[in-house]
């Protein structure tokens, strides 16, 4: 019977069941007694299955005896319990089939010892084949799903808003512009580019949030969200900064800040329970090799309330705690990954909300406080990462938003404006980078190694 290794090894077979296991080999190894065995994975489940190959199969010399880490297989035989220990099963096999030859067993870039990872970012094509690459996409598979799950569950519709958008969500100018590779060709003939030419009569760019759009069905369909890449052409050369990245964005019509923190606690709290109960082998490897807080981390989430902090508060603690910072603080500046991992690490010790921060250094989109100095933002940073997730209740009057506008902007989001003049009401957004989401989780460093292939500056190697 056709088996993963996760069917084989975690009780969907037993003891005495024919099982026919297909996957690539993480190592072998030859006993002088003429056995072989043989560690076959094939992405099910952490663990790799062992088959003990005799040498009376008729392959044996000819081929079995020249497999090498990386080979494709396809193992017949009988689950048998291990008499090796860590491992319940095994497969005694009966026959095998070599499916695809590593040409050189020496050049073969993933040998069975430890890689750096930033080794591994080079051999982006083979890495999902390491146990850490194995586990984080698993991760990042069950993470994705308990999303959907969350917001599916509580009546939330999926919106998948443009990638290509003639809109700049954040105003920060990170912008990648499509063009056509004619326009291309054309300028590098010197011509001068005439953008109302353009494909789609205007100047398009890759989206960097999918947020004004999804504002749009909010106020339509009171829950929504968008999941999906987002583009940022920042030169950040940071552990935190991809230029292509995952976002999660829900948007809640008659809702406030308040209402906003709530859900992004709900959010991670679901999703982390989800994680703790589908991924256990692959959290007690993140836990023993890379970070030994994960899975107290995620514990602690899920059992306290997130702290909430106004932006003000922040600012007179990191005034007065004593650090001495690489930039300086004062009320009005935007926080620096360093003040943002001392609070969440070690002022509060988890996931921290700042609340209503200075208007200056935040979105024209940001609803404005009654104060008329501070809007009604909110960042989430997390303990090891600093900001995972931004978001904020919108301005939602459009006088207001107006004002925090130029004409430019008014005339290209004529669209967004019109929302705010046909039955607007109050509602409040947030997004979570997935990258990040995925690093907290796992306690990697480095969102390089959070998403199958990074997009950086310099590098689009594959
Ligand atoms: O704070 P940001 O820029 O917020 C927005 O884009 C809003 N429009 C979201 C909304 O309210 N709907 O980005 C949100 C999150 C950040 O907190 C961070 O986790 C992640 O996206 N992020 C990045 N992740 C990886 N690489 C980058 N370059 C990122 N930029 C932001
Ligand atoms: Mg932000």
Redesign the pocket.
């Known amino acids: 019977q056709l088996s993963t290794v996760s069917d084989a090894l975690k009780g969907r077979f037993v003891s005495g069941d024919a099982v026919q296991v297909r996957g690539w080999l993480r190592s072998k190894r030859d006993s002088k007694a003429g056995i072989s065995f043989l560690a076959i994975h094939d992405g099910s489940c952490f663990d790799a299955i062992q088959a003990v190959v005799p040498n009376t199969l008729d392959n044996y010399q000819s081929e079995l005896l020249k497999l090498s880490t990386g080979c494709a297989v396809i193992v017949c035989g009988e689950l048998v319990e291990s008499q090796g220990k860590g491992q319940s099963l095994e497969i005694q096999a009966t026959a095998v089939e070599v499916v695809g030859w590593v040409d050189n067993a020496e050049s073969y870039p993933i040998a069975k010892k430890r890689h750096s990872f930033e080794y591994l970012r080079t051999q982006a094509h083979l890495r999902p084949r390491t146990n850490t690459f194995g586990a984080i996409t698993r991760l990042r598979t069950t993470l994705a799903n308990a999303i959907h799950n969350y917001f599916y569950r509580d009546g939330f519709h999926w919106i998948n808003t443009p990638i290509i958008t003639a809109s700049d969500?954040?105003g920060a100018g990170e912008l990648f512009r499509v063009s056509t590779l004619d326009q291309v060709n054309l300028s590098a003939g010197g011509a001068k580019l005439d953008y109302s030419q353009d494909f789609f009569g205007k100047e398009t760019f890759l989206t960097?949030?999918g947020?004004l759009e999804v504002e749009a069905y909010c106020l339509a369909m009171s829950k929504v969200y968008t999941f999906g890449p987002t583009f940022?052409a920042?030169n950040s050369n940071t552990s935190?900064?991809?230029a292509e990245?995952w976002?999660v964005?829900p948007?809640v019509a008659f809702a406030n800040l308040d209402d906003n923190a709530d859900l992004a606690e709900g959010l991670l709290q679901h999703v982390f329970t989800r994680v703790l109960e589908e991924c256990e082998d692959d959290m007690a490897f993140f836990q023993q090799r890379i970070d030994n807080t994960v899975i107290d981390r995620l514990r602690s989430v899920i059992d306290n309330r997130f702290e909430r902090m106004e932006y003000s508060e922040a600012i007179r603690i990191l005034e007065n705690c004593g650090e001495s910072f690489e930039y300086p603080v004062a009320w009005g500046v935007d926080l620096a990954s360093e003040h943002e991992r001392y609070l969440a690490e070690k002022h509060v010790g988890r996931p921290v909300v700042l609340m209503n921060y200075p208007k200056d250094i935040k979105a024209f989109y940001m609803r404005l406080n009654d104060d008329e100095k501070t809007v009604a933002a909110m960042?989430v940073l997390a303990p090891g990462i600093g900001?995972?997730?931004?978001?904020?209740q919108r301005e939602e009057r459009l006088s207001v938003l107006d004002e925090r506008m130029d004409e430019h902007l008014r005339e290209e989001l004529w669209w967004y404006r019109d929302l705010r003049r046909y039955g607007s009401v109050p509602h409040a957004?947030?997004?979570?980078?997935f990258?990040?989401l995925l690093n907290y989780v796992s306690g990697m460093d480095n969102?390089r190694d959070a998403i199958p292939f990074p997009r950086t500056p310099g590098n689009a190697a594959f």
């Open positions: 969500c954040e960097v949030s947020q940022r920042e935190r900064h991809l990245f976002m964005e948007e960042d900001e995972i997730i931004g978001g904020s957004g947030f997004g979570l980078g990258e990040r969102v």
